[in-house]
């Protein structure tokens, strides 16, 4: 949709931004936050132009938290928004399940934290979350973005199927993994990288004498793999289908470690609660949640056509562009509409943190392709202390925020559009109102754009072609079983097998395996596949 009237930013005129300042910029002082969008540079008639999609995102965003089939292919409600309002579940029955959750949450930590549950090791003193996707991105986040030198429990996470990544964790742990506490979290409870690495967890506890049962909880919906196998472990927590690994950081996913680590949970609750209140509001400019969709439609004409830099400027927000990255592109990077037109539709999100963006990428974002928007998160609070000053009465917060005023000018400069974000300082409530905010963000702009934003058919479709590949493997070690000393090339595996048109998956497992000594390889000089054979040890 074109733009009509565009207003043509002054760039030498700080008159022209300020006017645009004061109609683009909201400051909400009871819940620590504002928002500016001048630096958009929404034209005069966008906001009329878009009034018909405006209207019809807040209508469908509505008839969602009533109940509404938000996920046709699947037959599922959508109700993260109720985890933070259970009045707004449309059954008593999911209400209660809710209510009773956090309050289970709540016991459970603190009889951890009292040391009336406790390890084979004595009380306990960490947490090991195993989980992938949304069940790790969002714990991580909160813990990285409030942990500290007063945490309960020190969190660490198996959130890959990586078998070095995994050793590294542990021998972090080490003799302390009798008062470490386990959290296996998979919604189906099928999830082959959360199983991996359960399975790996439990040969440790195993191989140290420990009982794995007696130190392990699960997250998990009822009667699934996970929760049968879970029945003799410490606890189990439940999830539903109507909540989405993304966007399920205000159920146990996340409030569970929360909790364990020592966060309050209400705080971090309430602050969503309240994002949510203020993103039901009709008028698009009271509405930050609102506008930041809005931003994205305008930025990426509606098409995704502009991807989203998020440049924080705090240290333990450095986590919040990895989680956005599922948030946002897993429920906007659709190949089709809702009608089943091919739209391929997206937001691509990338980051880092402020002031290390400005000595990483800034370059680019500034004098290279345009291709992007950015989004700005401001921190007011340096720290909880008082600051030394490193020059003349400026102290290290006063430069961060002078990198933040001059990164977003210096692009402004270039007409590199952007929003900037603001809270006072990061909190439980903080953190919750900014997860909140680009969830709410993420289901209008879907909405404006016909797209189905909660499910995400794309990754099952990688998941089948890595079960293949599995099949496959079991395949060619079969094939050695009953083979002799003979190296046999590539080729000759393949058409054994009947997978020719399989050589080059074949080539790349035959390496794996003969990495990892399960297989022997020989190859002559040039090393190409054709001159490379394999034979069993």
């Known amino acids: 949709m074109p733009c009509v009237g565009m207003i043509a930013p002054d760039m030498n005129s700080n008159s022209d931004i300020w006017a645009r300042y004061k109609d683009y910029y909201r400051e909400f002082p009871a819940l620590g936050f504002a928002a500016d969008f001048c630096r958009m540079d ?125 050793d590294r964790i542990f021998a972090s742990i080490g003799e302390d993994l009798g008062r470490t506490l386990c959290i296996v979290i998979s919604k189906s409870g099928g999830t082959k990288e959360t199983r991996n690495g359960m399975l790996e967890a439990e040969h440790q506890y195993k191989r140290m004498g420990l009982p794995f049962e007696k130190h392990a909880t699960a997250v998990t919906m009822r009667a699934s793999s996970l929760d049968n196998s879970a029945v003799t472990w410490l606890a189990r927590f439940p999830m539903w289908d109507w909540v989405g690994g993304r966007t399920s950081l205000f159920s146990a996913v996340g409030l569970l470690p929360a909790a364990l680590q020592g966060f309050d949970i209400d705080h971090l609750l309430s602050g969503a609660h309240q994002c949510d209140e203020m993103s039901r509001r009709s008028e698009a400019k009271d509405n930050p949640a609102l506008l ?164 995400q058919p794309g990754v099952q479709a990688g998941k089948v072609a890595a079960d293949d590949l599995i099949k496959l493997e079991r395949s060619i070690m079969d094939f050695f079983k009953l083979q002799g000393e003979a190296f046999f090339t590539v080729s000759q595996i393949a058409s054994s097998l009947n997978r020719t048109s399989s050589s080059e998956r074949i080539f790349k497992i035959c390496k794996h395996l003969a990495s990892n000594d399960l297989l022997i390889s020989a190859s002559s000089e040039g090393n190409s596949h054709a001159s490379i054979s394999f034979r069993k040890p």
Not at 83 to 98: D, F, M, S, V
Request: negative net charge; aromatic residues 8%; contains cysteine.
């Open 42 to 166: 929404f034209c005069e008639d966008f906001l009329n132009q878009m009034s018909p999609k405006i209207q019809h995102a807040l209508d469908s965003m509505a008839a969602l938290e009533k109940g509404a089939i938000a996920n046709p292919d699947e037959n599922r409600m959508v109700g993260h928004y109720w985890l933070r309002t259970p009045a707004l579940a449309p059954t008593k029955e999911i209400t209660r399940e809710i209510e009773d959750t956090v309050a289970s949450i709540k016991r459970f930590a603190a009889d951890v934290h009292a040391g009336r549950i406790c390890g084979a090791g004595g009380t306990f003193k960490n947490v090991l979350l195993i989980g992938i996707g949304g069940s790790a991105l969002g714990p991580q986040f909160v813990s990285h973005a409030l942990g500290g030198r007063q945490d309960k429990l020190r969190l660490f996470f198996l959130d890959n199927t990586d078998p070095d990544g995994m």
């Open 292 to 455: 930041l969709a809005l931003s994205w439609y305008l930025a990426g004409n509606g098409k995704g056509d502009r991807m989203m830099v998020v440049l924080p400027y705090k240290d333990r927000l450095e986590l919040f562009s990895k989680y956005l990255q599922q948030l946002v592109m897993e429920s906007l990077g659709k190949e089709h509409d809702l009608s089943g037109k091919i739209v391929n539709q997206g937001l691509s999100v990338l980051g880092n943190k402020g002031a290390t963006d400005q000595h990483s990428y800034v370059q680019q974002l500034r004098d290279g392709v345009d291709n992007y928007m950015a989004a700005f998160v401001e921190v007011m609070r340096d720290r909880t202390g008082p600051s030394i000053h490193v020059e003349g009465g400026i102290t290290s917060g006063d430069y961060l925020h002078s990198f933040f005023l001059g990164t977003r000018e210096a692009l402004y400069e270039k007409g590199r559009k952007s929003v900037t974000l603001t809270i006072e300082s990061v909190c439980e409530s903080s953190v919750g109102f900014l997860v909140a905010l680009f969830e709410r963000a993420v289901g209008l702009y879907a909405f404006m754009v016909n797209i189905n934003a909660y499910h």
